[in-house]
């Protein structure tokens, strides 16, 4: 357009440069920039943000821009030295380039879904109860330790003491009798507690595959977008109520 208006031609013709230009042209760029560059660096440097690295959002703008600007300068003055032939150069490769750049933005969008999907089940499932062994530790005089012997040692049916070879009573699992320099005995022995036992539904997820969730949400949208024409602002307001709605009920984690 500069080359035409340099050249001063006729001002409907400048005009209908410009405006044939911005489809193809624009494809290129939002290619380029917003479907390539911004994916890649947002990726990298939100995940400095997630660990709190506080130079997350000033690199992103850094390398964003510095690249961004770079390439528009070295393309201004090309395409101004090219002139009107640079829009030719350009388009005749437009569905290549375009199609290249789209599959690498497919690749870092899966990529960041998978790394950095966060979305979980917390659905858990009542299953019995088990016994868990809680540590005891005690001192014990030595006419006290007695009444620990069926805690600290193995009997039998009949309650008898389970002796080895060296005829010494076995200790019981977890069990432990140490004498002390004042005679007495620092004991530890294992207690059981009833305890409640679930069925966690995301750690089952987890053995099958990592990120089940993630991956299901995101074909869910893919299916969306391409079968009922959904737009990203409906998409959007579809995860914002299914995430409000199943945190309420239980289905997320709380974030009430």
Known sequence: VLSLEQNKADIATIRAVRVSAMGPLGGIGDALFWFTLVPITAGITSNMALTGNIAAPFVFLLVFNVAQFAIRYW???????????AIGILTANARQFTRAASILGVFVVGALTCL??????????????TFE?????????????????????QTDANGNLI????????????????PLASGDFLITYNEYDEV?????????????????????????????????????????????????????????????
């Open 75 to 85: 393309l201004m003055h090309w395409s101004y030295r090219l002139g009107t032939d």
């Open 116 to 129: 950095y999907g966060g979305t979980s089940v917390n659905v858990q499932i009542p299953n019995g109860t």
């Open 133 to 153: 062994a809680v540590p005891i530790t005690a001192v014990v005089s030595a006419d006290q330790l007695d009444r620990y012997r069926d805690l600290l040692y």
């Open 163 to 178: 002796r080895g070879a060296d005829g010494q009573p076995q200790l019981a699992e977890g069990a432990s009798v140490r």
């Open 196 to 256: 409640p036992v679930t069925i966690d539904v995301q750690e089952i997820l987890n053995g099958i595959l990592p990120k089940l969730i993630p991956l299901g949400l995101t074909l869910l949208l893919y299916f969306l977008f391409t079968k009922r024409n959904w737009t990203p602002l409906t998409a959007i307001g579809f995860l914002l109520l299914l995430g409000l709605i199943g945190s309420g009920f239980g289905i997320w984690p709380s974030i009430w």
